[in-house]
Every structure is written in C-alpha cells, then in structure tokens.
C-alpha cells in the first residue's frame, strides 16, 4: 500500500515564491505536488490551513481558512483537485502576511503529514483582475577566466552572456579614470571586437576609482534604441543593463583577480535545476544547454522581449519563448503576463495576433488556471480574427474587413497603431529572405492555418469555462476553415500545400504551417511531408519551431533530429561551435540578419521542442490532470528528461535500438493518470511489456499506447 508523504511545491497564485511579490486579489489559489511511497497515488481529499502567525499555524489551526477535513460528522467528502484551489476563508486584509500549509488524504485513512508551510504577502487588494509577478533577480557571476595582459590591463571571460553590469572591487593607490569595456563578440582569445556590427553589442564605460579599497557598480547609460515610449524599461528600483560576456579593464592601476570582479545579473527568478536533459548527441545536449539558459537569460526585463535592440514583447517572440519556459521550469507568471500586456498593447504583423489565442491556449493547458483566460475571454474571441472571415471562413486582411471597428476590438487602434504606422499586415517569416520565395497573396495560407488553429483553442477556452454554446460555435467554424483551406489552398494534383489563394507557388511555410495546424488530409500526408523533407531548414529560426512541431505531428522524427543536430550553417550548433554564441540568436547568422542580436529566445525553439515532441510530454486535459508521454526518438540511441509540471517532475528515460527494440522508463508524479507510447518499430503486432507484464496495446499511428497508467515508476518495452 502507498503511504502519503508529506506534500511538496506549495505555490500561492502560480508562483513558488509567494513571499517574494505582492498578493493583490482577494482569494489567492493555492496549488501542492502529491506525493506518495508507491505507484498509483491520487489524492482524494486535502485540507489547507491558513493563518497570520506562524505560531497559529504551529499548532495546527487556521484562523484565518481550515478548509476542514473530509469526513465531517462521518460523511466522506471528496475532493480530488490539488491545483488552483481558491482562498475561500475569513476576508485577507491587505499589506498583511499569512501562512499556509496543506496536506492530503490519499485514501480514507492514508493521511500525509503538513507540508512546510509557504508564506504569503499581500499588497492593495482589490477585485480588479491582475497576475501578480514576481520582482526581478540579480544573481552575482564569476569569472570563469581572468587574463593580466600587462600590470594596467586585464582581460575577464564569465563564461556565458549575461544581462547585467560590473561589480568591482579594488584597493587602489590613488583616484584615477578607467576604463570598462564590454562586449557580447570575441576578437581573438583576449580581447572584445569592438566593432562587431549590426545589433551586437560593444561598449567603453568610464569609470573614476578613488583611493583606497571600494566596491563600484559600473552604471550603465541608457539607449534611446531600446529605451523609447513602446519599449520595455528596467524597474526603477533597479539599473540598466546590458549583455555581455567579455570585459576589459584598462589604466587600472591594480590588477584585477578572481576575487575583485563579478558579473551582476538580472533575470527573472529561474530554478535551474528544475530540468535537465541529455543524451547520445553530444551536439543535442549542448544545444538543450544554450537553449535552456537562454529562457533565463533574456527574462531580464520581466517580461518576454524580443531581445536587446528593442526589448519589445511580441506574440510569436512569447509563443517560443513560453514553450521554451515551460520546458526548462515550473514557471507560468511569466508567459501570462507577456500575453496578457500583448492583448492590449499588439504588434503589427496579422499572425501575431493569432498567436495570442495560442499563448493562452497553452496557459490553460499546462496550469489549469481559468483566471486569465476568464478575465480576456471576449479579448481572446476577438483576436482569433473571425471578423475577417468570408462565407467560407478563410480570412484577409486585404478585403475590406480590417475595419477601425475590429482594429479596436483587437487593440490595436491607439499606442500600437502610433508606433507601428504600416499597420496590420501578414508576415509568414521574418526576416523577408526567409520566406522561401512566398507568394503574399491576400488570402494566406499560413495566416489561415494559425486562424483555424486559434479556433481549435478557442473551443478548449470556451469548454473550460463550460461556455458550451461557444465551444460548438467555435468546433464548427474550424471544421468550416479546414474544409475551405483544404479545398482551396491545396494544389488538387500535387497534393501539396500552395501559399495563398490562386497562388502557383508552394513554399516550405504554406506547408510546415498546414502539417502544424492539423490541415493536411490523411491521403495528402505523405507527399507534404516529402515536399517539406525536400526543403531543409529553408526558414528562420522563429519558423523552425513550426518546422519542428509540424515533422513531430506528422510523424518525421528521424529527419526532426537531423535537423536540430545538424552543424551545418542553419543550425543552432552553428550558433554554438561557429558564432561562439551562449545565447540563441536572432537569425541563424549575422549574413542573414545583418542587424541581429545575439540574445532572442525566438531562437531557441529546442528547449520546447525537445521535452514535448522529441520527448513527447503533452497534457491531455488541462493542468495535466492526464498526460500523454510518447517519445519520438528517431536516431538517438538514449536520452534522460526531467521536466517540470504543475503537479511535479517528469522524468523519462529511454534506450532505442532504431526498428528492433525499445526501452521506456517514466516516472509519474502524483494526482496524474498517464498515457504511455513506444514506437511501432514497422509492426502490427500491438504487445508491448508494461512493468514486466506482456499486455496488448493500442495501435496509433507510428505508436502503441497505454492508457490508464498511474504515478510511480514504470518500464515499457518493445521488441520486433
């Protein structure tokens, strides 16, 4: 039998350090990791204490909310839910502290012990709707290699780019001027480039010392580039930053050491050790390195931007970059408020806007929280588009239809409107080389792929929050859009994917944006999939993850791998071994973004990528209350992934023999029902091994499935 053990993850509104920001809505929700001895544990009940002194809670009593036991007068009551379980005791006051602490049955006398107990602050309370977020982090680097060039001039590698300044500290003889260079670009082994070119930085800060020993922080000067009305400014009660990771210091009349200098960061708080991964290529686990600590180092503004040069939050900028977070920890504050800000304040690009439908799709799925999405719900209708859709429900910004009207009900008529004077209008990829010779016609194929896709996730908004009427409103106009596209815009003789309506021309996009956005009929798979093997990585690296989720969904995992470890010029190991990069970029070289930066999380599609299609994480229902786990190995031979959810880590592991056999270990947290798969391995015999029982699986596609598996330890295996 499982014993309960005691709960853990405690998180106050989404986040894991309430302490650490400002509570401001009157019933906070609270959310716990089950925890169990054995396999198979799902809480049955809980009871959360909240009180506003320790020494209350000490003593087991809430005085402010005990949700009370299960049994009351000896009447079993169930409840099941361990996430978002809302405040529901004697009112908060606000600028108060309370504390918390939970813990859980797991059957009728199975009783776990309290958890610790999480403290919480609250700021104005009010009724009004906000996330709360958490205030920025500044963590303090070391040198990873400090260079005395001659007795005045030193040279400092920390290792990894970084958003920051310099802290140093220096026992000087007498005042004097210095000089503190910093750069993100290498010129040699010892020195900065300081002409690097485009949007990659290089700058000399004056710095005066005085006599005897004192500790300076360098202070960085703003830029009006990144700095101006529509941007993203730095807190006031902090400083400027700016990324680098090379420093030199000259005419200091001390060397400088190990112990003198550091690198001092801001970033959002990021629990590093909260994923991990790695595998038979070398190449891929350096890639999961960079992409994984690209999420932390590009928070720095405390919301997702699209980089140093402009520091501007936007949509598919959050799309990538909230895939990526998710991924890499258990942190959702940050996605929602980026998307939340981007509702009201959009950029200009039609696509863009869709994908804020998709962010909060993904909110919802991955937290289970309805706050936002109840909050932004006629918001969120707006921005699917379908005030620009035709009878037959494909849609164009070029028809008429963008009226001031739905221009307003998208917000963009006003800040966003002033600052991007072009307007609305359709992307496809960015930059304008990338799109693979597309054919912008008015009616978009890729605009209408995102568009159907928005109304797919329109339905699971309206579901979860039992608007059934929308839910089927929503259901049929996506199965109206996918009918129209694929009448429409596909070739009926190729079978492939054409850009736009009347369009002779069938780029990479039409097609990968098609596959993606489930529009692609079963007896046209195989020759789009072709089409699209036949291109390459013919797009950016913001496409690439439309390019990598489109191979997953259509089963191309073999040549989804080749592409994410390929070395070639388009590859994010070419950022990594040949541009010497520690962050993702913005293009996949300078020769093709002459202008980029060195620091985009758009870039750094694998650190979603991996976990939840080569790894093949998906939540079934939301708040991944059930769990789909479905590896699509392709080539490697081995692979270890933890990743966190809401109600605790994943982890799998796996050993691929490619087309013979198939090893599968997973471990389940608790509260979760989970759906296991392994690879077919080109047979239809449908059995597999479930923890050494040989059972008849489910065939799907590429898969065998198993359903109904709970927490715990599990071992799945396939041989042909």
Same mark, same amino acid.
């Given at each position: 039998?499982?014993?309960?053990?005691?709960?853990?993850?405690?998180?106050?509104?989404?986040?894991?350090?309430?302490?650490?920001?400002?509570?401001?809505?009157?019933?906070?929700?609270?959310?716990?990791?089950?925890?169990?001895?054995?396999?198979?544990?799902?809480?049955?009940?809980?009871?959360?204490?909240?009180?506003?002194?320790?020494?209350?809670?000490?003593?087991?009593?809430?005085?402010?909310?005990?949700?009370?036991?299960?049994?009351?007068?000896?009447?079993?009551?169930?409840?099941?839910?361990?996430?978002?379980?809302?405040?529901?005791?004697?009112?908060?006051?606000?600028?108060?502290?309370?504390?918390?602490?939970?813990?859980?049955?797991?059957?009728?006398?199975?009783?776990?012990?309290?958890?610790?107990?999480?403290?919480?602050?609250?700021?104005?309370?009010?009724?009004?709707?906000?996330?709360?977020?958490?205030?920025?982090?500044?963590?303090?680097?070391?040198?990873?290699?400090?260079?005395?060039?001659?007795?005045?001039?030193?040279?400092?590698?920390?290792?990894?780019?970084?958003?920051?300044?310099?802290?140093?500290?220096?026992?000087?003889?007498?005042?004097?001027?210095?000089?503190?260079?910093?750069?993100?670009?290498?010129?040699?082994?010892?020195?900065?480039?300081?002409?690097?070119?485009?949007?990659?930085?290089?700058?000399?800060?004056?710095?005066?010392?005085?006599?005897?020993?004192?500790?300076?922080?360098?202070?960085?000067?703003?830029?009006?580039?990144?700095?101006?009305?529509?941007?993203?400014?730095?807190?006031?009660?902090?400083?400027?930053?700016?990324?680098?990771?090379?420093?030199?210091?000259?005419?200091?009349?001390?060397?400088?050491?190990?112990?003198?200098?550091?690198?001092?960061?801001?970033?959002?708080?990021?629990?590093?050790?909260?994923?991990?991964?790695?595998?038979?290529?070398?190449?891929?686990?350096?890639?999961?390195?960079?992409?994984?600590?690209?999420?932390?180092?590009?928070?720095?503004?405390?919301?997702?931007?699209?980089?140093?040069?402009?520091?501007?939050?936007?949509?598919?900028?959050?799309?990538?970059?909230?895939?990526?977070?998710?991924?890499?920890?258990?942190?959702?504050?940050?996605?929602?408020?980026?998307?939340?800000?981007?509702?009201?304040?959009?950029?200009?690009?039609?696509?863009?806007?869709?994908?804020?439908?998709?962010?909060?799709?993904?909110?919802?799925?991955?937290?289970?929280?309805?706050?936002?999405?109840?909050?932004?719900?006629?918001?969120?209708?707006?921005?699917?588009?379908?005030?620009?859709?035709?009878?037959?429900? @494909?849609?164009?910004?070029?028809?008429? /239809?963008?009226? &001031?009207? +739905?221009? =307003?009900?998208?917000?963009?008529?006003? *800040?966003?409107?002033?600052?991007?004077?072009?307007?609305?209008?359709?992307?496809?990829?960015?930059?304008?080389?990338?799109?693979?010779?597309?054919?912008?016609?008015?009616?978009?194929?890729?605009?209408?792929?995102?568009?159907?896709?928005?109304?797919?996730?329109?339905?699971?908004?309206?579901?979860?929050?039992?608007?059934?009427?929308?839910?089927?409103?929503?259901?049929?106009?996506?199965?109206?859009?996918?009918?129209?596209?694929?009448?429409?815009?596909?070739?009926?003789?190729?079978?492939?994917?054409?850009?736009?309506?009347?369009?002779?021309?069938?780029? @990479?996009?039409?097609?990968?944006?098609? /596959?993606?956005? &489930?529009? +692609?009929? =079963?007896?046209?798979?195989?020759?789009? *999939?072709?089409?699209?093997?036949?291109?390459?990585?013919?797009?950016?690296?913001?496409?690439?993850?439309?390019?990598?989720?489109?191979?997953?969904?259509?089963?191309?995992?073999?040549?989804?791998?080749?592409?994410?470890?390929?070395?070639?010029?388009?590859?994010?190991?070419?950022?990594?071994?040949?541009?010497?990069?520690?962050?993702?970029?913005?293009?996949?070289?300078?020769?093709?973004?002459?202008?980029?930066?060195?620091?985009?999380?758009?870039?750094?599609?694998?650190?979603?990528?991996?976990?939840?299609?080569?790894?093949?994480?998906?939540?079934?229902?939301?708040?991944?209350?059930?769990?789909?786990?479905?590896?699509?190995?392709?080539?490697?031979?081995?692979?270890?992934?933890?990743?966190?959810?809401?109600?605790?880590?994943?982890?799998?592991?796996?050993?691929?023999?490619?087309?013979?056999?198939?090893?599968?270990?997973?471990?389940?947290?608790?509260?979760?029902?989970?759906?296991?798969?392994?690879?077919?391995?080109?047979?239809?015999?449908?059995?597999?091994?479930?923890?050494?029982?040989?059972?008849?699986?489910?065939?799907?596609?590429?898969?065998?499935?198993?359903?109904?598996?709970?927490?715990?330890?599990?071992?799945?295996?396939?041989?042909?």
């Amino acid at each position: 039998m499982s014993i309960a053990l005691q709960p853990t993850g405690l998180m106050c509104n989404l986040l894991a350090h309430p302490e650490k920001a400002l509570i401001q809505n009157k019933n906070p929700q609270f959310s716990w990791i089950v925890n169990g001895t054995d396999k198979n544990v799902f809480q049955e009940a809980y009871q959360i204490l909240v009180a506003s002194s320790l020494e209350t809670l000490a003593q087991d009593e809430g005085n402010m909310w005990d949700s009370g036991k299960p049994n009351p007068g000896g009447v079993w009551r169930s409840e099941p839910q361990s996430i978002n379980m809302s405040y529901n005791g004697d009112p908060l006051q606000s600028h108060a502290t309370y504390h918390w602490k939970v813990r859980t049955w797991n059957g009728v006398d199975n009783i776990s012990p309290w958890s610790e107990v999480q403290t919480f602050h609250t700021g104005e309370l009010s009724d009004t709707y906000t996330t709360t977020a958490y205030p920025l982090d500044t963590t303090e680097v070391d040198p990873t290699r400090v260079i005395q060039l001659s007795p005045t001039h030193a040279f400092i590698d920390f290792g990894r780019a970084a958003f920051g300044t310099i802290l140093l500290t220096l026992d000087s003889p007498q005042d004097a001027q210095i000089e503190v260079h910093l750069g993100e670009v290498p010129e040699g082994p010892h020195a900065i480039n300081r002409n690097p070119g485009g949007a990659r930085r290089y700058q000399m800060i004056p710095l005066n010392i005085q006599k005897g020993q004192h500790t300076y922080q360098l202070k960085i000067p703003t830029d009006p580039r990144n700095t101006g009305e529509f941007a993203i400014t730095m807190p006031d009660n902090l400083f400027e930053v700016y990324p680098f990771r090379y420093c030199e210091i000259i005419n200091c009349p001390v060397p400088i050491t190990q112990a003198s200098i550091r690198q001092l960061t801001v970033h959002y708080p990021f629990n590093d050790t909260a994923s991990h991964f790695t595998s038979s290529s070398r190449v891929l686990n350096d890639i999961w390195d960079m992409c994984q600590y690209t999420m932390k180092a590009t928070s720095f503004c405390g919301y997702y931007v699209d980089g140093d040069r402009e520091r501007i939050p936007y949509e598919a900028d959050g799309y990538i970059n909230q895939i990526g977070h998710y991924g890499t920890d258990r942190e959702y504050t940050l996605a929602r408020r980026t998307n939340e800000y981007l509702i009201t304040t959009p950029t200009w690009p039609t696509e863009w806007h869709l994908y804020t439908v998709l962010i909060a799709h993904n909110d919802l799925m991955f937290t289970g929280n309805t706050a936002s999405i109840t909050h932004y719900y006629e918001d969120l209708k707006a921005k699917t588009l379908s005030a620009l859709a035709r009878e037959d429900g @494909l849609i164009s910004t070029e028809t008429g /239809l963008l009226t &001031d009207e +739905v221009r =307003d009900a998208i917000h963009f008529l006003g *800040k966003s409107s002033d600052h991007f004077k072009s307007g609305i209008r359709d992307i496809v990829d960015w930059p304008q080389v990338e799109r693979d010779g597309y054919d912008m016609v008015p009616v978009n194929s890729v605009v209408n792929a995102l568009h159907h896709r928005t109304l797919t996730s329109m339905a699971d908004i309206a579901n979860a929050l039992d608007k059934s009427d929308d839910t089927q409103y929503f259901r049929d106009q996506a199965a109206k859009v996918k009918k129209a596209f694929q009448e429409k815009l596909m070739d009926p003789i190729s079978g492939i994917v054409i850009d736009g309506e009347g369009s002779p021309h069938s780029a @990479l996009h039409a097609n990968i944006f098609a /596959l993606a956005c &489930d529009l +692609v009929p =079963d007896e046209n798979l195989e020759r789009v *999939k072709a089409y699209v093997q036949s291109r390459g990585m013919a797009c950016s690296v913001y496409a690439s993850q439309i390019l990598l989720e489109a191979l997953y969904a259509a089963g191309a995992d073999a040549y989804a791998l080749s592409l994410m470890t390929s070395t070639g010029e388009r590859s994010w190991a070419h950022m990594i071994y040949d541009v010497g990069t520690t962050i993702a970029l913005e293009a996949w070289d300078n020769r093709f973004k002459p202008n980029q930066d060195w620091n985009h999380a758009w870039g750094a599609a694998p650190a979603g990528v991996i976990p939840f299609n080569l790894m093949g994480i998906q939540p079934l229902e939301p708040g991944f209350g059930k769990v789909r786990i479905a590896p699509q190995p392709g080539a490697l031979r081995w692979a270890q992934i933890t990743t966190p959810t809401i109600r605790g880590p994943i982890t799998i592991s796996f050993n691929n023999d490619p087309g013979k056999s198939f090893h599968l270990e997973v471990d389940v947290p608790g509260n979760v029902s989970a759906q296991l798969a392994v690879p077919r391995l080109g047979s239809d015999d449908p059995s597999i091994t479930v923890d050494g029982h040989r059972i008849l699986g489910t065939i799907e596609d590429n898969f065998i499935f198993v359903d109904g598996i709970g927490s715990g330890h599990h071992v799945v295996e396939r041989s042909v």
